[in-house]
């Protein structure tokens, strides 16, 4: 029986996944704080999530999938405050929430079963800060409620970093000069001007951290997490923060097992919007086949940094019409088993080894490319690959648009497309402008789309 080996952030090493509930897994992502367009670092986070997902059905398990958004947030009411109706955030964050669906949708990523807003989850947050502050891990400022970090014995267990270091380079919220300890964060930002949500406090809004603790709470009662995932930065000061609010209020761990997705670099530097080197996702999608800016991140292993550049996802938007070319018109087969049992006795047995031994889907796509000549002289791998590419990495290939003249096309017409296909795939743009040519000759014009 084929089991998930996943590397925990928290424990550094790579070990079997067991869920707390056999065949059962509740698995939850960091969402968007939409306060502007979603980057590319954005869409790699949320590949690597998806991918986990995939192979987590492939491999039997039931699961629920949930993906929050942070929609109130200081980012948001700064840009709010600058139209007709400055307290109405959810005019900001609608069209870039709208713009983040499309765009997953545009790169393969299968929808959460559940996408919490903050603002829908209000309640639930005010009750866990009142757990906190009858347990004494919370206390208050004039409007604001504050988490006493040095209550809590745990702190940094998933970060393994020196406190102050951390406590230097942590974002800086709500900046009060008579905390109790430098690095205790603001559970509850309140005011006196009766805005936003009333609570035993005051009229108020949450803090940044709060939010994940009460959702995840919200839809895993009584029990951990068998996932928490995110992007790298997010694991000091927010899963930090998370796991110290969370487990003295819940009397259990917050997750089993954290996967996080590494950095972005571009130009040697980190992505950021401080140092204004973001690319914009929308922006790459329409420039390129957005599923070959999928392929470009499974190409490298989901845990290690990785560095931008426009040559190298060329370079993969080319790979994926070389799939393409072989594969947009076959059938894919019907699953009638598991899909971790559908590619015995072939490569792709071992793809889906390197898949679930902690997402290697660098490996598993090299074995794929390795193997291509192969595939081309097989229609059952043919099959099998195109389900494999399709279920498991996301990669769909599309069948080819057909035209009622193309429906009586001959096996030598069928056989130069495929043959220009190729031609295009690897640039070679003399030969398949001759095929062009040889086909126009024989009575079909070509016209060129992007898939």
């Not at 970090?149 to 998933?158: A, E, H, M």
């Not at 927010?238 to 996967?259: C, G, K, M, R, Y």
């Not at 997402?359 to 090299?366: E, H, I, V, W, Y």
Request: net charge negative.
């Amino acid at each position: 029986m084929k089991q998930l080996q996943l590397t925990s952030t928290q424990t550094g090493k790579k070990s079997l996944f067991k869920s707390v509930q056999p065949g059962v897994v509740i698995m939850y992502g960091c969402g968007i704080t939409p306060y502007d367009y979603s980057h590319i670092g954005h869409a790699r986070s949320a590949i690597t999530c998806d991918t986990l997902v995939r192979v987590l059905k492939a491999l039997d398990y039931k699961v629920m999938y949930i993906r929050n958004v942070t929609d109130v947030d200081d980012k948001i009411l700064i840009k709010a405050a600058g139209t007709e109706n400055p307290y109405d955030f959810q005019e900001i964050t609608k069209p870039y929430i709208e713009d983040f669906d499309n765009q997953m949708e545009l790169i393969g990523c299968l929808k959460p079963m559940v996408e919490p807003l903050v603002t829908e989850h209000i309640p639930e947050i005010i009750n866990l800060i009142g757990i906190l502050m009858d347990r004494g891990y919370a206390y208050r400022i004039e409007h604001d409620i504050y988490y006493d970090i040095s209550k809590f014995s745990n702190y940094c267990k998933l970060s393994h970093r020196n406190l102050d270091d951390l406590i230097a380079g942590a974002r800086v919220e709500h900046k009060k000069d008579d905390k109790r300890n430098p690095g205790d964060f603001v559970l509850w930002k309140g005011n006196d001007e009766d805005l936003f949500w009333q609570s035993p406090w005051g009229y108020g809004r949450p803090g940044w951290h709060i939010e994940c603790s009460a959702m995840i709470d919200t839809y895993c009662k009584d029990r951990p997490l068998d996932i928490h995932a995110g992007g790298a930065d997010l694991i000091f000061p927010h899963h930090e923060n998370e796991i110290a609010q969370s487990e003295p209020a819940f009397d259990h761990d917050l997750a089993n097992t954290w996967v996080h997705t590494a950095m972005l670099s571009i130009d040697k530097e980190k992505m950021s919007k401080s140092l204004g080197n973001i690319i914009i996702l929308h922006t790459i999608t329409k420039e390129v086949e957005p599923l070959a800016l999928r392929l470009y991140f499974l190409q490298h292993v989901y845990h290690t940094p990785m560095h931008y550049s426009s040559a190298s996802l060329e370079a993969a938007e080319k790979a994926f019409y070389k799939l393409h070319a072989v594969l947009s018109d076959v059938v894919m087969p019907k699953i009638k088993v598991p899909l971790s049992k559908m590619f015995y006795g072939t490569f792709l047995d071992h793809a889906f080894d390197a898949m679930i031994d902690d997402l290697n889907t660098s490996k598993a796509l090299g074995l794929i490319f390795e193997n291509l000549g192969e595939i081309k002289k097989s229609k059952e791998l043919q099959q099998l690959t195109k389900l494999f590419l399709h279920e498991l990495l996301g990669l769909a290939m599309k069948p080819q648009e057909i035209t009622e003249d193309q429906e009586e096309m001959t096996p030598e017409v069928a056989a130069l497309l495929l043959e220009r296909e190729e031609a295009r795939a690897e640039k070679n743009w003399a030969r398949a402008d001759m095929l062009r040519d040889k086909l126009k000759d024989l009575g079909y014009e070509v016209v060129d789309r992007k898939s």
